[in-house]
């Protein structure tokens, strides 16, 4: 399976706390990417991390990626109830899309996040 | 920039009948659009993708006569899902991806389809 896997499932914390989620996949990648989506809504695109990058930030994001255990982590610094939505990552394998469309998304099932003020 | 509409938003339909969803770039023209569906408190899974043009590409076990896709021009793209039944009631999301970025999907609003 292409799929990323998240974990933990469900997260809750306090307001000024920081989040951790993580991203398990299988396969080998070209790029990773974090999305974000609030409850019945579409996705927003967070942050891209390519396979020969280890870490990147945006603002008060922080991505982290170990090709060699096949897993990233996304923290959410200094957290607001804004931030309460679920998080997704997705895996882009250009050698699975062969014969296919170049840079399909897999995604994993999300980590729905709960920020409480 | 790079904003990608989806309507209707929500639909209800009869069981039967056949419900089509627009998906448009609203400031770009896309050469590449996805169409996904969700589940609720599930990951988002490919459904089609289509290409102006040209015929969509489905993912394995997506019925191609049950859901029809139509790429007519460079900003819509459209899914027809034909003689709905209640397990099709889903939310269905699009995407669409500028020629040459290859990485960079952006999403729409998606359509919550509830079927009779």
């Known amino acids: 399976s292409q799929q990323g896997e998240e974990d933990p499932q469900a997260l809750s914390i306090q307001e000024g706390e920081n989040a951790t989620m993580n991203c398990s996949y299988k396969t080998s990648i070209n790029n990773l990417q974090w999305y974000r989506q609030n409850s019945g809504r579409g996705l927003v695109h967070l942050i891209l991390i390519r396979s020969n990058e280890r870490e990147k930030h945006s603002g008060r994001l922080r991505v982290t990626l170990d090709t060699s255990k096949k897993s990233s982590s996304l923290l959410i610094t200094a957290s607001r109830a804004a931030d309460t939505a679920s998080y997704f990552c997705?895996?882009?394998?250009?050698?699975?899309?062969?014969?296919?469309?170049?840079?399909?998304?897999?995604f994993g099932r999300g980590t729905q996040l709960t920020v409480w003020p | 920039g790079a904003v990608v509409s989806q309507h209707p938003s929500w639909v209800i339909c009869k069981s039967g009948t056949s419900v089509k969803i627009e998906c448009r770039s609203l400031d770009f023209q896309a050469t590449t659009m996805f169409w996904y569906r969700q589940f609720p408190k599930q990951s988002l899974m490919l459904m089609a993708t289509?290409?102006?043009?040209?015929?969509?590409?489905?993912e394995q076990g997506v019925e191609k006569d049950k859901f029809l896709i139509n790429h007519a021009s460079l900003t819509l793209s459209t899914l027809t899902v034909t003689s709905a039944h209640p397990e099709d009631s889903s939310f269905y999301i699009c995407?669409?991806?500028?020629?040459?970025?290859?990485?960079?999907?952006?999403f729409g609003p998606g359509t919550r389809l509830t079927v009779l």
């Open positions: 997705a895996t882009v394998n250009y050698l699975a899309d062969r014969g296919s469309t170049l840079g399909r998304l897999y």
């Open positions: 289509s290409n102006e043009g040209s015929k969509a590409t489905y």
């Open positions: 995407s669409a991806r500028l020629a040459g970025e290859v990485d960079t999907q952006y």
